[in-house]
């Protein structure tokens, strides 16, 4: 653990303002982020059918728009969870420019966590499900009317049947979204059926959305976890934002594009 701030995991002017974290999921389909989990490890890590899993325990705040670290570049989760930022100021979403190198009383230590890891192609993959069940044929027509029209012509929503679970697919996102004190901070978001542009946020109100956040939960984050630091290097010119590093995400760009119109 470094003496002061890891001043290596806090942006540069030379980084791009956000990493295409979809471009690099094309290059790196083994990519990886971190999270801390604080508590004892004892506690918190059982062993289910030979398998180490995580305890519902370890998730006591809410799993919403969940904060993460990108794996692979700059990030050493078993060196760096420790730090945690007190001052909102330097928890903000970074601009591209302006920096902060004082990091005094803005942070403290955590003693007692351990990092774990996720890949970002399971959690992309996962099939999380929203349930819902209707009594009504009017409340079942007025949620299909207010549903964006690329969802209208889904086989599930053409037949009302009272009181029983209709299951719909549910969005999932991750996110590179930088702050002044961690350049590597990403969020994995999850959306609700019938809105694919809004995430769902930490203390939702909907029982529908409760439920998602509650299965992203059991159903994934304590069980598709590792324990495994290991993960593959990113590139710099990811990240960096020069001339060389430009042209090269333009190319990997345009090579991702080729391969989906094949």
Same mark, same amino acid.
């Given at each position: 653990?470094?003496?002061?701030?890891?001043?290596?995991?806090?942006?540069?002017?030379?980084?791009?303002?956000?990493?295409?974290?979809?471009?690099?999921?094309?290059?790196?389909?083994?990519?990886?982020?971190? /999270?801390? *989990? =604080?508590?004892? @490890?004892? +506690?918190?890590?059982?062993?289910?059918?030979?398998? #180490?899993?995580? %305890?519902?325990?370890?998730?006591?705040?809410?799993?919403?728009?969940?904060?993460?670290?990108?794996?692979?570049?700059?990030?050493?989760?078993?060196?760096?969870?420790?730090? /945690?930022? *007190? =001052?909102?100021? @330097?928890? +903000?979403?970074?601009?591209?420019?302006?920096?902060? #190198?004082?990091? %005094?009383?803005?942070?403290?230590?955590?003693?007692?966590?351990?990092?774990?890891?996720?890949?970002?192609?399971?959690?992309?993959?996962?099939?999380?499900?929203?349930?819902?069940?209707?009594?009504?044929?009017?409340?079942? +027509?007025?949620?299909?009317?207010?549903?964006?029209?690329?969802?209208?012509?889904?086989?599930?929503?053409?037949?009302?049947?009272?009181?029983?679970?209709?299951?719909?697919?549910?969005?999932?996102?991750?996110?590179?979204?930088?702050?002044?004190?961690?350049?590597?901070?990403?969020?994995?978001?999850?959306?609700?059926?019938?809105?694919?542009?809004?995430?769902?946020?930490?203390?939702?109100?909907?029982?529908?959305?409760?439920?998602?956040?509650?299965?992203?939960?059991?159903?994934?984050?304590?069980?598709?976890?590792?324990?495994?630091?290991?993960?593959?290097?990113?590139?710099?010119?990811?990240?960096?934002?020069?001339?060389?590093?430009?042209?090269?995400?333009?190319?990997?760009?345009?090579?991702?594009?080729?391969?989906?119109?094949?």
């Amino acid at each position: 653990m470094e003496s002061g701030y890891p001043l290596q995991i806090i942006p540069r002017e030379c980084y791009s303002q956000s990493i295409d974290l979809g471009m690099l999921l094309n290059v790196n389909p083994f990519l990886r982020v971190s /999270r801390r *989990i =604080d508590g004892n @490890i004892k +506690d918190l890590v059982l062993v289910v059918g030979g398998v #180490r899993v995580l %305890s519902v325990n370890a998730f006591q705040s809410s799993v919403a728009r969940l904060s993460v670290n990108l794996s692979g570049a700059k990030f050493n989760a078993r060196r760096h969870i420790y730090y /945690r930022p *007190i =001052d909102a100021s @330097i928890f +903000d979403s970074w601009d591209g420019r302006s920096l902060i #190198r004082d990091f %005094s009383g803005k942070y403290e230590i955590i003693s007692q966590c351990f990092p774990v890891y996720y890949r970002v192609r399971d959690f992309l993959d996962f099939p999380l499900k929203q349930d819902m069940t209707f009594n009504h044929q009017k409340e079942f +027509d007025g949620f299909v009317a207010n549903l964006p029209a690329n969802k209208r012509e889904n086989e599930y929503i053409q037949q009302f049947n009272k009181g029983k679970k209709l299951f719909f697919d549910v969005k999932k996102s991750v996110n590179h979204m930088p702050t002044y004190c961690n350049y590597w901070h990403v969020e994995l978001n999850v959306f609700s059926f019938n809105d694919d542009f809004n995430p769902i946020e930490p203390g939702v109100s909907s029982g529908t959305c409760k439920r998602i956040l509650k299965h992203l939960k059991t159903d994934f984050l304590t069980k598709k976890v590792s324990f495994c630091h290991f993960s593959l290097p990113i590139l710099p010119f990811f990240y960096r934002n020069d001339r060389v590093s430009m042209r090269l995400r333009h190319f990997f760009l345009s090579m991702s594009l080729r391969k989906m119109e094949e």
